[in-house]
């Protein structure tokens, strides 16, 4: 398994966009994955972020796309200027040489006067046209699974049958919408050739806590797994604690699931030479 590794660096609690490159770049990570919104909105997000990139070697950037802004609106001037917002993330994510974006497939319409098929058609146009806009910027967008409606997990089917775009797996947000360990790894192995990225993220319960690793109930040692010895994807730990060391624990304990399947790899390549 050779994957990038990374962890989610949410605006407002408590650990800055500086510790969080460095936590990232001692732990010998990839990426941080920040959220363009708050002091990181797109015309803000160079001055936030930029010399702190610069200044760790191999750290490198996803941006998440802001979700209080949806991707689709019935209401075509407000799906103008939705999508001119994404745009301009992408934008300021090129030019941060970011390797790929986030977006969640939402949508502004009003459940009772759109039906279902209406509102998945119109999500799927505008991530058609952002997966677009971002390939030509060279940023590779690619669409989480939310909580509920219909692109919660198993809608991600969606997703792979009406745009190119690849997924992300956020597995609080499974635990969210009803999907056990065991769902969950059935729908990964089912789909790992589209899934680009996965967001660890702990919970308890069906709630969306962003615990540090292992201290809640989500079994991470199935997803990955469910993902095979080839996949080559991204896994980023969202934990949203404030907590400095709960960082660095959760790196570490990612660091260990990814050294247990590499193994699993190279034993199971031993025994097909013996065989």
């Known amino acids: 398994m050779q994957v990038r590794t990374g962890l989610s660096v949410p605006e407002?609690?408590?650990?800055?966009?500086?510790?969080?490159?460095?936590?990232?770049?001692q732990a010998e990570c990839d990426f941080v994955e920040v959220l363009f919104d708050g002091r990181a909105r797109?015309?803000?997000?160079?001055?936030?972020?930029?010399?702190?990139?610069?200044?760790?070697?191999g750290v490198g950037l996803v941006a998440h796309l802001p979700f209080t802004v949806p991707v689709w609106s019935p209401f075509d001037a407000q799906r103008r200027g939705c999508l001119e917002t994404h745009r301009a993330c992408l934008d300021a994510a090129a030019a941060l040489d970011a390797e790929a974006a986030v977006v969640h497939p939402s949508h502004a319409a009003m459940g009772d006067a759109y039906d279902e098929p209406t509102i998945v058609d119109g999500v799927l146009e505008s991530l058609t046209e952002l997966h677009a806009y971002g390939d030509r910027l060279g940023v590779d967008v690619c669409v989480e699974n939310v909580q509920s409606g219909p692109f919660t997990l198993d809608g991600l089917a969606r997703v792979v049958d009406g745009t190119p775009a690849g997924l992300v797996v956020d597995t609080g947000h499974a635990r969210v919408s009803g999907h056990g360990d065991e769902r969950?790894?059935?729908?990964?192995?089912?789909?790992?050739?589209?899934i680009e990225h996965v967001h660890l993220n702990d919970t308890r319960g069906p709630s969306d806590e962003h615990?540090?690793?292992?201290?809640?109930?989500?079994?991470?040692?199935?997803?990955?797994?469910?993902?095979?010895?080839?996949?080559?994807?991204?896994?980023?730990?969202e934990v949203i604690t404030g907590d400095r060391r709960a960082l660095e624990r959760s790196l570490d304990r990612l660091t260990t699931y990814v050294a247990e399947h590499r193994d699993e790899r190279d034993f199971e390549t031993d025994a097909e030479r013996r065989d």
């Open 184 to 194: 969950l790894a059935e729908f990964v192995a089912d789909h790992r050739d589209r």
């Open 211 to 237: 615990l540090p690793l292992g201290v809640g109930t989500v079994d991470f040692r199935s997803v990955l797994g469910a993902l095979g010895p080839t996949w080559t994807g991204r896994l980023c730990a």
């Open 42 to 57: 797109p015309e803000r997000v160079d001055a936030t972020l930029g010399a702190a990139l610069d200044d760790a070697d």
């Open 12 to 25: 407002g609690y408590g650990v800055s966009f500086d510790d969080a490159v460095e936590i990232a770049s």
